[in-house]
């Protein structure tokens, strides 16, 4: 069986750190970069992040309507928010859980249910993300965007699971550690054969550049 489209949603600086050196939740991008990401997250069935970065957010973006006197509104169709994660280590507190969206758990382990109630399902790591992947698929999820972090991205990678890559580059140098794939002593987790194609550029008025490429 086929397994979910999966796209990387990002934004990076120019140096490829997607937060600054001291952590925690960053806003790299502008406005302009936030209509991006409502327009590729409104594209897809479902999200994806570890539990480092919802700790670093303690919630999830959420999908915007603007109406015809320019109000802007909470979609009321919003797309599966998935975390990956083995912890018991959840907060109630966080907004997360008071957002209104359909959240899922993966994890490798057996979620005890009495304390992770705020998940609405809860599905097994089935030894590679390729056979997990099979099973969001029988479960209707087609498209699924990639939010992070870091760890994540580089576990799909390393499976060859990525089909596009939608990345706003922002026109700053931050440094630091918090690159968007972690740093390897060798590369043998990329294929060096593997090309991307530009699907489009789009210059954003903040001197961004959104770029989707797809996997050739």
Do not use: C
Request: hydrophobic letters at 40%; glycine letters at 6%.
């Amino acid at each position: 069986m086929s397994i979910p489209r999966v796209i990387i949603v990002i934004a990076s600086s120019l140096d490829g750190r997607i937060a600054f050196p001291g952590g925690g939740e960053s806003h790299l991008g502008s406005e302009e970069d936030k209509k991006m990401l409502n327009q590729n997250l409104s594209m897809v069935d479902a999200t994806i992040f570890g539990l480092g970065t919802l700790i670093a957010h303690q919630s999830t973006y959420l999908i915007k309507n603007l109406d015809d006197n320019n109000e802007v509104t909470i979609s009321k169709k919003q797309p599966i928010s998935i975390v990956a994660s083995n912890s018991r280590k959840f907060n109630s507190n966080w907004e997360y859980f008071r957002q209104p969206i359909r959240r899922w758990l993966i994890s490798s382990s057996k979620v005890d249910n009495s304390s992770n109630n705020d998940f609405e399902k809860q599905l097994f790591f089935k030894d590679s993300w390729s056979k997990t992947l099979i099973s969001l698929k029988k479960q209707g999820i087609n498209d699924l965007a990639l939010l992070g972090g870091a760890k994540l991205i580089n576990s799909f990678i390393k499976e060859d699971l990525i089909t596009d890559i939608k990345i706003t580059i922002i026109p700053q140098i931050i440094g630091g550690k918090y690159t968007w794939i972690p740093p390897e002593e060798t590369n043998e987790i990329f294929n060096l054969k593997r090309l991307w194609e530009i699907q489009s550029i789009k210059n954003l008025i903040t001197n961004e550049i959104h770029i989707h490429y797809k996997k050739i």
